[in-house]
């Protein structure tokens, strides 16, 4: 059964960054495209950045150009980097599979940008 830790969020000003991180336990996870996820105030959870396991990277349009997503596989670590952060970037974020494969989520770590 994979577990999810995710750290790193924080509040931030309007045009900060952050750097979360997600360590996962488990086997083979390198064979999977992990992805980051965030669920705003009342919003349905979404996608925000995926890595697929030969390096490709797909992110939503909300966030290109502003946010990084990369993976440690030996570590089973996966990071997103979070720059020029707006108001509506506030949300806990997740990360899982894409599309998730296993059931449970972790807690996830609160970002919240405002001024």
């Known amino acids: 059964q994979v577990q999810f830790v995710e750290s790193g969020g924080g509040l931030v000003q309007p045009g900060g960054s952050l750097r979360l991180s997600c360590a996962a336990s488990?086997?083979?996870?390198?064979?999977?495209?992990m992805g980051w996820y965030r669920q705003g105030p009342g919003k349905q959870r979404e996608l925000v950045a995926s890595?697929?396991?030969?390096?490709?990277?797909n992110y939503a349009e909300f966030v290109k150009g502003r946010f990084t997503i990369s993976r440690d596989n030996a570590k089973n670590t996966y990071y997103l980097q979070m720059n020029n952060l707006i108001p509506d970037d506030t949300a806990v974020y997740y990360c899982?599979?894409?599309?998730?494969?296993?059931?449970?989520w972790g807690q996830g770590t609160q970002v919240t940008v405002s001024s």
């Open positions: 488990g086997s083979g996870l390198s064979q999977y495209t």
């Open positions: 899982n599979g894409v599309p998730p494969p296993w059931p449970y």
């Open positions: 890595a697929k396991t030969g390096g490709i990277r």
